[in-house]
């Protein structure tokens, strides 16, 4: 089955995900993204060998779907519908191989110690390895074939060439075309078949564990909802809900979509988005997430997000993107592996060279040996260390409310040493309260603080949404509509109200307006205004006052920064606000350098100066003003509470409003970097001190070598531990839990 429709198209592209089945190793990963590659209208390809999906950016004015996955089947593997469980993990079908080679291969072991004859001994193992090889071997010579025919080699193509050798070499010696009394070896071929099947199976049943999150995600949505009519319910399915619909959700129900309370109060548990485990209050006005659950109350809730402008459906497709991205360790895997098989192919001859005929052994001998080396050195563990280690790291960061939207990122991240941290929003709770307002000409606080929100009101800035809710607290405020808005990043806004120009923002604002502030030059030492974010405001380029507010700071924020430091992170907070304010709240978080009124521009040049320093730089953030600087850092980190531009500007999400997931976020990282180079350096031993074994390097000093079947076990055993090895970062959520 090849259904599978793409995600909406962004710009002139689109994008389709979809199970590939038949991967076995890096090499069937190359194969696969080469043939993509070569088509038409296709812009980006990932192949993801642990999950076993390919993901592709293509031009649907030039290629289709259909298109796409005929040209994957042609390479020799196969398309499978994402939705279909069973066959995407193909744990059932490795089972089936496992018992089909298990049937064959333990009657003929069993007969080599039973006393019947010879003759009929050697014709039934022949009957018996026929059926196992064209039967659990077929997969991996379709496989080999493919590869072959796309001028590639994979691990395919070297069991192939193992079990091949072995099995035809008993077949043409038990119809004695080889001499008399010649040796069989069936046992060897039916054997290899089955230890190799054996760890496959066992492989894709971990990987499907370590794929487990996406799964999670998508069984989180709600299959229906109720839709309220004129009074009337009606169950509906909620691909059916529309964007203004009237919803109900009674207690225990999973809330269908994104949405708004319009009646009632409930505790709803958002753990699925936050990672908090405390339900959260909700009341008429509140948002609600689709896939949160309802644990007590009834809710009117008005839909506004649906299909694929939910959150959970956007997370979902950040995951999608994280797992199909490549970390800059894993290419250079894949670089590897691209001359292995050649090698591999080339230490098997030098084998049998050596012993047949230069040491003049047996034939028998160096044939096995050759074999052995053969199967020892298939690069299966090199190609699953670095993705199943990725999956496993987003999936423990996305229970815990850490969204890694990128792989590069979890690998990067666990190399900062600088972090540049926005202060409102970030550091401080950007819960913003008007503490005072002083005047310094013709207009009183009232008409000061009418035209401030005049001009502010259309802004998502916490300063700015101060000062509109101080003015909608007081009645005899009359709000006006604005002309001529002009927002100047970082500093402030412009604009006309009624037939007044009116300029409203920071120092900085002031200063390139012409304005001057020496009017409120005493008030700006008093203690009162001291430490605390001022807005200037003027009224046709004369200043008219001030309006002091202030933020406090988030509680975690000094242990926060106090692990970053512990980690060896240096910490730069950074902000449009003014210098006193800035440095105030560094020196009382301890924090190594204060960087204060910039502009969203300025940010940018921030990050760069300290990346031309050699340093690898982290970006956290909140708001538009930050999403230059988040988008030039190594790993641009939004808050998940602040902005949409925010969060689509960063490599990394932490959804919720706990600021220690910043550290968890680093500490998981690194936990994931360890895990990857463990999984490379046991890929990488493993075949180098197995190969000379295989070879027979030890076999005439210490009479030590490997049989070919046992060379197949210990190579699909290596893949199975490195896939466990990964597994283990499951363990790394409890550590995680108990940071902070």
Partial sequence: MKINSPDAAVNDQQRLRFSVGGMSC????????????????????????????????????????????????QAGFRTLAQHDEAKVDGSRQD????????????????????????????????????????????????????????????????????????????????????????????ETSVMLILFIRFGKWLESRAKGRAGNALKKLLQLQAKSAILLVNGKEKNIPVEHVRPGDLLLVRPGDTIPVDGEVVEGTAAVDESM????SLPVHKEPGAKVVGATMNRSGLLQIRATHVGEEAVLARIIRLVEDAQADKAPIQRFADRVSG?????????????????????????????????????????????????????VGSAVGLERGILYKKASALETISKLDVMLLDKTGTLTSGGFAVDQIVTCGDKTIDEILALAAALEQGSNHPLAQAVVAEARSRPS???????????????????????QFVVCGNH??????????????????????????????????????????SDQIRPAAAAVIKRLHQLGIQTVVVSGDRRDVVEQVATRLGINQAVAEVTPDQKLVLVKEYQLQGHRVGMVGDGINDAPALAQADVGIAIGTGTDVARE?????????????????????????????????????????????????????????????????????????????????KGFARRLQEIG
Avoid at 107 to 119: E, G, T, V, W
Avoid at 485 to 492: D, K, N, T, V
Avoid at 650 to 670: K, Y
């Fill in 649 to 729: 500007t960063g490599d990394l999400v932490l959804i919720g409003a706990d600021l220690f997931d910043l550290v968890r976020a680093v500490e998981l990282g690194r936990q994931t970097l360890k895990k990857i180079k463990q999984n490379l350096f046991w890929a990488f031993f493993y075949n180098l001190s197995f190969i000379p074994l295989a070879a027979g390097l030890f076999y005439s000093s210490y009479g030590l070598y490997l049989k070919p079947e046992y060379a197949g076990l210990a190579m699909a055993l290596s893949s199975v531990c490195v896939v466990l090895n990964s597994l283990t970062l």
């Fill in 95 to 186: 089972l089936l191989m496992v018992l089909i080679a298990a049937a064959g291969g333990i009657p003929i072991m069993l007969m080599m110690f039973a006393p019947i004859p010879d003759r009929v001994e050697l014709i039934t193992s022949g009957i018996l390895a026929t059926i196992v090889q064209f039967t659990a071997g077929l997969g991996f010579y379709r496989s080999a074939w493919g590869a072959l025919r796309n001028r590639v080699a994979n691990m395919d193509v070297l069991v192939s060439l193992g079990i091949s050798a072995a099995y035809g070499y008993s077949m043409l010696a038990l119809f004695g075309l080889l001499g008399e009394n010649v040796a069989v070896f069936f």
């Fill in 26 to 73: 890096t090499s069937c990963v190359a194969t696969v993204e080469k043939k993509l590659r070569s088509l038409p209208g296709i812009k980006t390809v990932s192949v993801n060998l642990a999950g076993n999906f390919a993901q592709v950016n293509f031009d649907a004015d030039k290629i289709s779907p259909p298109e796409i996955y005929a040209a994957v089947e």
């Fill in 477 to 499: 405020i009359i709000s006006a509509n604005p002309q001529q808005l002009e927002e100047i990043g970082g500093q402030g806004v412009r604009g006309r109200v009624g037939n």
């Fill in 339 to 391: 001359f292995f098989v050649p090698v591999v192919v080339a230490l098997s001859l030098l084998t049998f060279v050596g012993w047949y005929l230069v040491v003049s052994a047996p034939f028998l001998t160096g044939f096995q040996m050759a074999i052995a080396v053969v199967v020892i050195a298939c690069p299966c563990a090199l190609g699953l260390a670095t993705p199943t280690a990725i999956m």
């Fill in 273 to 276: 988005i936050t990672g908090e």
């Fill in 508 to 549: 900085a604002l002031m200063e390139s307006a012409g304005i001057s502030i020496e009017p409120l030059h005493q008030q700006l030492k008093d203690d009162e205004l001291l430490n605390k974010s001022l807005i200037f405001v003027a009224v046709d380029d004369r200043l008219q006052g001030v309006i002091a507010l």
